[in-house]
């Protein structure tokens, strides 16, 4: 049975959990990625060999990508990792899950520069699946504008889509799309 919530009944529950449960945020993050590698797995009937891109932002919902990069990866899929965002601002737990991956020498790159971005449409024509981590249930306001770049090529790419939380550039509670 799903409940739904609002963005800020969400964080409570997230709060709630670490305080009043005593379940660490890094333990919230793992339980995510693994049912995002699921569901992704479900998505594509599969993915063992399959290419499987994952984009990921410097908040929460990146945490939860890079533990699903992690399983996918186990699970046999050839995963590339992009990241987006200021990587200054990961959280603990986040910055755990980014170091584990690459310990495992997960193909991971930070999109800076003009090759990264000709390098993300390359991937992407030939992904077989993309896993959406960049922003979650705390986005509102506008998109950067690396952000809206990113999200139309995500959108143009028309394959397979499985994003975190929600689509990134939605807000959470209303639905509304930045513009």
């Given amino acids: 049975k799903m409940k739904i919530v609002t963005a800020a009944e969400m964080r409570e529950i997230d709060q709630a959990a670490g305080s009043t449960y005593g379940v660490p945020e890094v333990v919230l993050m793992e339980n995510a990625g693994v049912q995002a590698a699921h569901e992704t797995k479900r998505l594509l009937q599969g993915v063992e060999d399959k290419s499987i891109v ?3 932002g410097s908040g929460n919902n990146g945490g939860d990508g890079f533990v699903a990069a992690r399983h996918l990866a186990n699970l046999g899929a050839k995963v590339k990792v ?3 965002g200021d990587l200054q601002q990961l959280s603990e737990a986040a910055q755990l899950n980014l ?3 690459t310990n495992m020498d997960l193909d991971i ?9 000709d390098k993300i449409q ?3 024509a030939f992904a077989d699946g993309i896993v959406d981590a960049l922003l979650g249930t705390g986005f ?3 998109l950067s504008e690396d952000f809206e770049r990113l999200i139309s090529m995500i959108n143009e790419a028309e394959k397979p889509v499985l994003a975190i939380d929600m689509p990134s550039g939605v807000a959470a509670d209303s639905g509304c799309i930045a513009q």
């Fill in 140 to 142: 509102h306001g506008a």
């Fill in 54 to 56: 994952i984009f990921c």
């Fill in 109 to 117: 790159r930070q999109v800076a520069s003009p090759r990264d971005w």
């Fill in 122 to 124: 390359v991937v992407l």
């Fill in 99 to 101: 170091d584990i991956i």
């Fill in 82 to 84: 992009f990241l987006l």
